[in-house]
């Protein structure tokens, strides 16, 4: 009788878990999450088209909600790559496959893209949707280029492919309220 209870009592073989490997989940997780950009509110028609020639429009992204335009920044700078928490009262950082973005009480404070090949300073503004045109406000730095207070923009710094060369690399554009230190 024993050896009844014993035999019924038999725990069920056990399977062991198979692992799906680490780029299936990238895949899973990617795919899930242009979904969720799909089915958002930030899917919606949002009346903006960016302009021809422009790679990103860093000028158009500044200072928007970022829960808004999700969608856009996507199509601008591709898939998310990291996301992080910046020190307290700084918000999140955002490292897109184009660019960094830093986001603040859901508004995008920086906009920083480094550019597709050195160029020109008005080329490259042009490329991120600002006109090619500036005020003469130009602060000139060894390593880089500074305008302050243009296109309703706190900075914007162009950074120099070398110590005094022409040619800029870099574009990091600040609204108002984020420190860029």
């Given amino acids: 009788m024993l050896l009844a209870v014993l035999l019924a009592c038999e725990p069920e073989p056990m399977i062991s878990a198979v692992q799906p490997p680490a780029e ?10 242009q979904a969720e950009i799909a089915a958002s509110p930030a899917a919606l028609d949002l009346g903006y088209v960016k302009p021809e020639g422009v790679y990103v429009d860093v000028a158009w992204l500044g200072g928007r909600t970022y829960s808004v335009v999700r969608g856009e920044v996507a199509a601008q700078l591709g898939a998310l790559v990291e996301e992080g928490s910046l020190p307290p009262g700084q918000g999140q950082e955002f490292r897109f496959e184009k660019g960094t973005l ?10 920083d893209v480094p550019l597709p090949e050195p160029m020109r300073r008005s080329e490259a503004l042009r490329l991120v949707g600002f006109p090619d045109q500036v005020p003469r406000n130009w602060v000139l730095l060894s390593g ?12 914007i710094i162009l950074d120099r492919v070398g110590p005094g060369e022409e040619d800029v690399i870099r574009v990091r554009a600040w609204k108002e309220g984020l420190s860029d230190r």
């Fill in 24 to 33: 299936r989940v990238e895949e899973v997780r990617t795919a899930r999450e």
């Fill in 102 to 111: 830093r986001v603040s009480g859901d508004r995008i404070l920086l906009v």
């Fill in 144 to 155: 880089e280029f500074r305008l302050t207070s243009v296109f309703n923009y706190r900075r």
